[in-house]
């Protein structure tokens, strides 16, 4: 039955349109890597196929998933196709306040706060 | 109730000598006593009251001064400056005005100055305020005045001239001071339009009185070692000087006399010292840091007699009343030698407390103040 | 030897000559009272710094502390040997003394009479021991530890493969896919000739089908059939997940 | 030398190494030409070694003759006199500078000890410490070291002075500083020992206090530390430059947004027009970071950038954001589980491997292994994946405590007196995570055998299944009750289902036999008659029990955070004897008062009846028949004060009660009554928990609090007498009321707690106590 709480299950990558966008064919493999970060998936076998797959699976429903697959020809991008899931940030903030509670773990804050007052105080001179 | 003290861990610092009999050679009476706000306190500033034509004047970290006849020890006024906080209790009843540098006094002009970096110049007739001034620091040497300017050192190593018109700044002479230094810092002297003064780095240093530029400096000690105490080089005596050439010593370093002029030492010796010195006719008096009490010739630096039965009494820089050398220790005992040949000639008890400022010779009367702010005058016969 | 063993005033481990004090190291030894022998080698290293009975009571004393479960002391001490007498006639037992403690280093005395399945648990050690081995066989191929130390080896590398194949199954199982296939892509990177990898190809096929990455499922399908023709995966359901109600019965999935 | 042949090397001088050692760190071998540089290798090779104070080469025809001077070997260090540094931290200091028992004995490493050693004393402000070495030779080339340490006194600061707060007094500025100068309580806090890192500690202290408040170009011009010539005393001065309060005039959000640019405006904690305090813009800085962190920026860094408008004394605050790549978690490595299975901790993160990195599911999934109660110590840090700046491992490093206790053993508490139990539960057996206990217990009123076993995770939702069953005998008198004995037997399934983060519904199925028996002489007559009425001695049910909690506590063990409110109904089904439904409502909430002050307050409301009421078996002339025999059986009332109920009166004795002879034995005599308990509970409480003294900061064992409780129980249809019949509803003159201090902790053998209470509001005939404790049991 629906009531049971089932986690949400997210898996691989997340871009924004922008940075989709900005990929062009005949890109070498490390600048494709610079611009859209480490694909989630690398077949062993497959050296010139990179996969930015993700999927997502709320609760119960069943998984979605996209894949944005790019196939390189001797280390120039060739060709792009596939589509992906935009980064939706309303989406993603809704998700995050779920497991957040309003006192955030205060071993972890001390510490950072104590390192960022000394970053912090470098920054305002 | 020092064996409660005992009790907890041992102690690495030697106590005391033990006080030694002996037969007075001379008589000493105390002409008067007088007990003056709360001294010096905690704040470790060796106060020592300042004399001007027949009076003396003397400040107390409770913001109070207070003028008295030097013969009679009769107050002539008395005034308490800043404003008390701090009502509970148990907290530290502070005063907005802690007197911790001078007084000095002048003409018609007593200046003073505060552990907030205050200076304030008072009418030496009534003590009413002439003019105030704010330093960087706290000052806990005690201000000179000459030819209208008054010079003025900080702790943080500034050295400041001032009007002594309406305390406006004339000059500024900056030192570096090392993390860790001694307590207290020498108090300059001013002697024919130069200031001398003793820093915490090791080095005596010659200023002019009109523009504060730098004459030059001679190190007294070097400053080196491997952990911060070693490396401990202070010269916080006071800078006697009796004409032609100063007498200034260093701790862990030498005690020299220096030419006034060039800022050559004349001759200098290994002796490590906190306090000032003290000089009267051919002999030059100096106290190391262990409690010995030296006397050397003037001229030559040679050692004439050396006397060390008061050793580890924390004894204060030394005085010359007539033919006797006078020093105060950490017990309120007041010391008389005999500057020939450093034998003890008299011991008066000031008070329980320890005696941190040089005592001060005017005429045939000697001043020992404490840090709680006692007075004592003692005449000692020839 | 006196009643107590403590080193109490005139106890003889302080005056016996030092051969008195290796043989009765060695009697203790071999009757297993280790606690007492690790005593007497301690007392004769500190007495008789050097000689030969120094070096071989070293040895004894690491292996003593071996035996009465101090895994930490016993480490030491070997390495404490290997470093003073690196060309010491029995340096290879030293090395693979040295692969032993950690081998068998496990919780507590539970543990240890349950049969704790080790692959669920902290690799830290194993993985320790895998190196200590990997030492002994390659500076002293020839010495007659190397053998059973090479068997090890491989049996540890077989351990740290399943640990990563269970978490592999785990996150299959909770359809984490691209998760499950990366670690068994891990697998494959690092432990490919252990049994296990033919898991791993067979986690890969099954993630890459989930995830819709058809071409890539059937690479590595290819690749499963060519190594491991018969991996239960190409016939029928696997991983056979038992069903919940197993698990109704209590106590009967201990690790 | 000039060079020949190698034919033979022959080494002279060797005792305690061997030479085989020597060979090996020998560059040299035999048939090398040695040249005058492979032969000052050589010696530079076999001097790094250490363990040789002199290496001389020369030559014998063609053999390389080595002549070495062996270093002594250290048997023993012995330090005498140190107080403020343990040994074992100066043994490891030492065997860091080389110099350990066992290692060769070098002269020169003696001085650098003695530095050390003074340094590291200096640093505590003991500067009168004096640090002699010395060694004894023995024999066979052997060396004892001793260092003798007189530590003297610390260093008191005698005078600490800010010079140029005009704006707030010394009193305000210094309140909060570490170092102080010595007053009446130093001797315990020994704030008066002048130490570096307090300095500095202070000194930032002193600065935040001013830019928190406005002050954004104050800076510390210059301090001076100076000791007195018998180094006893420190005299600490600080010169400040406070400038001028500087007010916000606008606030720009520049940079990669990432999130809606008034999402993050609603983030800042610093206002426009407000006036400038550092603290809020840290504030907002950590707000967005964690923001940003929360969607899988883990490296997001926010520069508050002020431009500072001197003349108009204003600021301008320019938040660039710079959120980095969006980072992904590679591998969940978990380390230290020697004992836990790795699949218990993986099922509770809530971070997936290969999924972006959420710093809020990692937050979550550590509170989430710290209620689990298996681990002492849960840590979680992210390290970069070498070779990539968009991937992490999450590495989770637990300390395991063993989560069972075996508790064999006698306890006591004032209402069982000795217990005498065995039992063995474990909370995580074997490391699946499952919880298991049997257990036996023998005290003077309870005899109660149990075994139950729960499993977490039937179904990777984290649905759990459990089962218990017990066989209780209680004597109810010796409980401070009204005295009867029962008998009960008792057989549960539950199941746990989570609905969502932090809300579980649990649903229980169960049977149960209660026999209860009654003495003539002591069982009160009002029972006797309800059991006459009813007609039977052993009651039948087998019910069910639905609960609702929602739990977003913190920790297992004495949580410090979060809240816990659940409801539960329970409902004996038709066909039991008597068809009753109870039901309960409790309210937990812990909230943060200061960094260590932590306020907790709870309350908890019962209430029971029958929903089919019983008819009386007897006939209505019969002289104890009795026409109403409604609500709950009186060995199912709640029962209020105790040890873990309204502290401060004797367990279970407020509410009804009853009395065996009112003339012989007046209700006004407490020890005369016998409480029976009733069907509505009000029980309530707020506590305030200090950090306990002598005790690692926000550790879980223990718990020290303040507290004052309220509470009382009503409506009993066995109420005979008057003085009972005041509890026949709620009323809120009849809640009692206690204050005092309580005190758990969580000992080896099983919870301890301690009270020492004083009622505050309590009516003639009340049985109070002023101390209660329990220890060793865990019912």
Do not use: C
């Given at each position: 039955c629906g009531l049971i709480y089932k986690v949400d299950a997210q898996q691989g990558n997340l871009f924004d349109k922008a940075t989709v966008e900005s990929l062009k064919p005949g890109m070498s493999k490390r600048q494709v890597l610079l611009v859209m970060g480490s694909p989630s998936v690398i077949s062993p076998f497959d050296q010139n196929r990179w996969d930015y797959v993700s999927t997502i699976r709320r609760g119960r429903h069943k998984m979605a998933s996209k894949d944005l697959t790019l196939y390189f020809e001797n280390d120039q991008l060739a060709k792009i196709d596939g589509d992906y899931f935009p980064e939706d940030p309303d989406v993603l903030i809704k998700d995050a306040r779920k497991y957040k509670r309003e006192y955030p773990d205060e071993k972890r804050s001390d510490e950072d706060k104590k390192k960022k007052r000394r970053g912090g105080d470098q920054g305002q001179g | 109730c020092t064996w409660l003290k005992s009790l907890g861990k041992k102690d690495n610092v030697q106590p005391p000598t033990e006080l030694v009999e002996f037969a007075p050679t001379t008589q000493v009476d105390r002409v008067w006593s007088e007990g003056v706000g709360s001294g010096a306190g905690a704040s470790g500033a060796r106060l020592a009251p300042g004399v001007a034509d027949g009076r003396l004047y003397a400040a107390g970290v409770d913001g109070s001064i207070e003028a008295i006849d030097a013969t009679t020890g009769r107050t002539l006024w008395h005034t308490r400056l800043g404003e008390r906080h701090g009502w509970r209790f148990w907290s530290r009843r502070d005063n907005s005005l802690r007197w911790s540098g001078g007084p000095t006094a002048e003409g018609d002009l007593v200046v003073v100055g505060g552990l907030d970096g205050q200076v304030y110049a008072l009418s030496a007739a009534d003590g009413s305020e002439r003019w105030k001034a704010q330093m960087s620091s706290e000052i806990v040497a005690a201000p000179a005045i000459a030819n209208g300017i008054v010079v003025v050192r900080s702790n943080d190593g500034r050295l400041v001239g001032l009007d002594a018109a309406d305390g406006s700044r004339k000059w500024i002479f900056d030192q570096?001071?090392?993390?860790?230094?001694?307590?207290?810092?020498?108090?300059?002297?001013?002697?024919?339009?130069?200031?001398?003064?003793?820093?915490?780095?090791?080095?005596?240093?010659?200023?002019?009185?009109?523009?504060?530029?730098?004459?030059?400096?001679?190190?007294?000690?070097?400053?080196?070692?491997?952990?911060?105490?070693?490396?401990?080089?202070?010269?916080?005596?006071?800078?006697?000087?009796?004409?032609?050439?100063?007498?200034?010593?260093?701790?862990?370093?030498?005690?020299?006399?220096?030419?006034?002029?060039?800022?050559?030492?004349?001759?200098?010796?290994?002796?490590?010292?906190?306090?000032?010195?003290?000089?009267?006719?051919?002999?030059?008096?100096?106290?190391?840091?262990?409690?010995?009490?030296?006397?050397?010739?003037?001229?030559?630096?040679?050692?004439?007699?050396?006397?060390?039965?008061?050793?580890?009494?924390?004894?204060?820089?030394?005085?010359?009343?007539g033919k006797y050398v006078v020093v105060g220790d950490i017990e309120g005992y007041v010391h008389w030698l005999s500057l020939d040949e450093g034998k003890f000639a008299a011991r008066e008890r000031l008070s329980r407390k320890p005696i941190e400022g040089a005592p001060l010779v005017v005429g045939d009367l000697v001043y020992v103040e404490d840090v709680k702010g006692h007075i004592g005058a003692y005449r000692a016969r020839q | 030897c006196s009643l107590f063993h403590r080193g109490k005033k005139g106890d003889p481990m302080d005056t016996l000559p030092v051969e008195q004090l290796y043989q009765q190291g060695n009697e203790a030894l071999q009757s297993g009272n280790n606690d007492y022998a690790v005593r007497v080698f301690q007392r004769l290293i500190a007495r008789f710094p050097f000689g030969p009975y120094t070096e071989q009571s070293q040895l004894n004393l690491a292996y003593a502390q071996y035996k009465s479960d101090k895994p930490d002391d016993a480490y030491s001490t070997v390495n404490r040997f290997i470093k003073t007498y690196p060309t010491h006639r029995h340096i290879d037992y030293a090395y693979y003394l040295r692969g032993l403690i950690n081998f068998n280093r496990s919780g507590g005395f539970m543990e240890r009479y349950v049969g704790l399945d080790m692959t669920q648990r902290d690799q830290a050690n194993l993985r320790q021991s895998f190196d200590d081995f990997g030492a002994l066989v390659t500076r002293y191929p020839q010495s007659r530890y190397a053998a059973d130390g090479r068997q090890r080896m491989i049996h540890l590398r077989n351990m740290m493969a399943q640990a990563d194949l269970n978490v592999a199954l785990f996150y299959l199982k909770r359809g984490a896919y691209v998760a499950s296939s990366n670690r068994a892509k891990s697998i494959l990177e690092t432990y490919p000739q252990t049994p296990q990898a033919g898991d791993a190809l067979a986690i890969m096929v099954k993630s890459y089908h989930e995830l819709g990455q058809d071409k890539l499922a059937d690479d590595a399908k290819r690749v499963l059939e060519l190594n491991y023709p018969d991996h239960p995966s190409l016939k029928g359901r696997w991983p056979s997940y038992r069903s919940n109600w197993w698990k109704l019965i209590p106590l009967q999935n201990r690790g | 030398a000039d060079t020949f042949t190698i034919s033979d090397i022959r080494i002279d001088g060797l005792s305690r190494i061997a030479p085989g050692t020597v060979f090996t760190y020998l560059p040299v071998e035999k048939g090398d030409a040695l040249t005058p540089e492979r032969a000052n290798q050589a010696i530079r090779?076999?001097?790094?070694?250490?363990?040789?104070?002199?290496?001389?080469?020369?030559?014998?025809?063609?053999?390389?003759?080595?002549?070495?001077?062996?270093?002594?070997?250290?048997?023993?260090?012995?330090?005498?006199?140190?107080?403020?540094?343990?040994?074992?931290?100066?043994?490891?200091?030492?065997?860091?500078?080389?110099?350990?028992?066992?290692?060769?004995?070098?002269?020169?490493?003696?001085?650098?000890?003695?530095?050390?050693?003074?340094?590291?004393?200096?640093?505590?402000?003991?500067?009168?410490?004096?640090?002699?070495?010395?060694?004894?030779?023995?024999?066979?080339?052997?060396v004892e070291v001793a260092i003798n340490v007189a530590e003297g006194k610390a260093a008191k600061i005698k005078h600490l002075n800010v010079v140029g707060n005009t704006v707030f007094t010394d009193k305000q500025i210094e309140d909060d500083f570490e170092s102080n100068t010595s007053n009446w309580t130093s001797w315990y806090t020994k704030d008066d020992q002048y130490s570096r890192e307090k300095l500095s500690g202070d000194l930032e202290k002193l600065q935040s206090y001013y830019m928190d408040r406005g002050y954004a170009d104050f800076s510390v011009e210059s301090t001076q530390v100076s000791i007195s010539p018998d180094k006893r005393k420190m005299y600490v001065t600080a010169n400040i430059k406070e400038g001028e309060v500087y007010t916000v005039n606008d606030i720009k959000l520049t940079g990669a947004l990432i999130l809606k640019e008034e999402d993050l405006r609603r983030m800042l904690q610093i206002k426009t027009g407000e006036v400038f305090s550092r603290a809020k813009v840290e504030r907002s800085v950590d707000a967005i970071t964690s923001a940003l962190s929360n969607i899988g920026y883990a490296f997001a860094d926010v520069q508050p950038i002020p431009n500072i408008d001197k003349d108009k004394r204003?600021?301008?605050?320019?938040?660039?954001?710079?959120?980095?790549?969006?980072?992904?978690?590679?591998?969940?490595?978990?380390?230290?589980?020697?004992?836990?299975?790795?699949?218990?901790?993986?099922?509770?993160?809530?971070?997936?491997?290969?999924?972006?990195?959420?710093?809020?599911?990692?937050?979550?999934?550590?509170?989430?292994?710290?209620?689990?109660?298996?681990?002492?110590?849960?840590?979680?840090?992210?390290?970069?994946?070498?070779?990539?700046?968009?991937?992490?491992?999450?590495?989770?490093?637990?300390?395991?405590?063993?989560?069972?206790?075996?508790?064999?053993?006698?306890?006591?508490?004032?209402v069982q007196g000795l217990i005498a139990s065995v039992g063995v539960t474990q909370n995580n057996f074997f490391g699946t995570g499952d919880r298991v206990s049997v257990n036996a217990q023998k005290s003077s009123f309870i005899e109660r055998y149990q075994l139950s076993y729960f499993e977490p995770y039937l179904t990777d939702e984290g649905i759990g299944i459990g089962y218990d069953i017990q066989h209780t005998k209680l004597d109810a008198s010796e409980n401070n009750l009204a005295s009867y004995l029962t008998s009960t037997d008792a057989f549960d399934i539950y199941l746990g289902i989570p609905i969502s983060e932090s809300d579980t519904i649990n649903a229980q199925m169960g049977l149960s036999k209660t026999g209860v028996d009654t003495l003539t002489f002591y069982t009160p007559q009002a029972i006797i008659d309800y059991i006459d009425n009813l007609g039977h001695r052993t009651f039948h049910t087998w019910n069910m029990q639905w609960s609702w909690a929602h739990d977003t506590r913190n920790r297992f063990w004495n949580p410090t955070r979060g809240s816990l409110q659940s409801v539960s109904l329970e409902l004996t089904l038709p066909g039991s004897t008597v068809q009753y439904y109870k039901f309960n409502y409790r309210f937990a909430q812990y909230l943060r008062m200061t960094d260590s002050l932590t306020f907790f307050g709870h309350f908890g409301v019962g209430y029971g009846d029958t929903y089919k009421d019983p008819q009386s078996v007897l006939s209505p002339d019969h002289p104890r028949y009795r026409a109403d025999i409604s609500g709950l059986p009186f060995f199912e009332n709640f029962y209020a004060g105790g040890v873990t109920d309204v502290r401060g009166f004797r367990d279970n004795t407020l509410g009804p009660f009853a009395v065996l002879s009112p003339t012989t034995c007046p209700p006004t005599d407490k020890n005369c009554r016998l409480p029976l308990g009733g069907a509505l509970k009000f029980v309530a409480s707020a506590e305030i928990i200090f950090p306990t003294p002598f005790v690692k900061e926000n550790s879980d064992a223990t718990r020290l609090s303040a507290f004052v409780d309220v509470g009382n129980v009503f409506q009993n249809k066995l109420c005979a007498l008057p003085e009972c019949r005041v509890y026949k509803s709620w009323s809120a003159d009849q809640l009692r009321a206690s204050a005092g201090l309580s005190f758990t902790w969580r000992a080896p053998v099983g919870p301890i707690v301690i009270n020492i209470a004083r009622p505050i509001r309590k009516k003639p005939g009340d049985d109070t106590e002023t101390i209660q404790f329990t220890f060793g049991n865990t019912f």
């Open positions: - | 570096s001071v090392p993390a860790l230094s001694l307590r207290s810092n020498s108090a300059p002297l001013i002697a024919n339009g130069v200031v001398y003064d003793g820093y915490d780095n090791g080095r005596v240093v010659a200023v002019r009185l009109d523009d504060g530029n730098e004459l030059w400096s001679q190190t007294l000690s070097g400053g080196e070692g491997r952990t911060e105490v070693e490396r401990l080089a202070d010269v916080d005596g006071n800078i006697v000087s009796d004409g032609q050439a100063l007498y200034a010593a260093g701790y862990r370093g030498q005690l020299a006399a220096i030419a006034l002029d060039s800022g050559r030492p004349v001759w200098q010796r290994d002796l490590s010292s906190y306090t000032g010195t003290a000089v009267s006719g051919n002999t030059l008096v100096a106290i190391d840091a262990d409690g010995n009490v030296w006397a050397f010739d003037r001229e030559t630096g040679v050692n004439l007699w050396k006397q060390d039965q008061l050793k580890y009494r924390w004894l204060t820089a030394p005085a010359i009343q | - | 090779a076999l001097y790094k070694t250490g363990f040789f104070n002199d290496v001389q080469l020369s030559r014998q025809g063609d053999i390389l003759v080595v002549t070495v001077k062996e270093r002594p070997q250290i048997t023993k260090i012995v330090i005498r006199g140190n107080k403020d540094i343990q040994e074992a931290d100066l043994l490891k200091g030492l065997k860091g500078i080389g110099l350990a028992e066992g290692e060769a004995f070098d002269p020169l490493k003696l001085a650098e000890v003695q530095d050390e050693l003074t340094r590291q004393y200096y640093n505590r402000g003991k500067y009168n410490v004096s640090v002699k070495t010395s060694k004894v030779n023995l024999d066979r080339n052997r204003e600021v301008g605050l320019n938040f660039f954001v710079n959120p980095g790549k969006r980072v992904y978690v590679r591998q969940v490595v978990f380390k230290g589980n020697q004992h836990t299975e790795d699949e218990v901790l993986r099922r509770e993160m809530r971070q997936l491997e290969g999924s972006w990195y959420s710093q809020a599911a990692i937050d979550r999934s550590k509170i989430r292994l710290q209620r689990l109660g298996f681990f002492s110590k849960v840590e979680i840090d992210t390290p970069k994946v070498p070779g990539t700046d968009d991937q992490v491992d999450v590495t989770v490093t637990v300390e395991e405590q063993n989560s069972g206790q075996f508790t064999f053993g006698l306890g006591y508490s004032q």
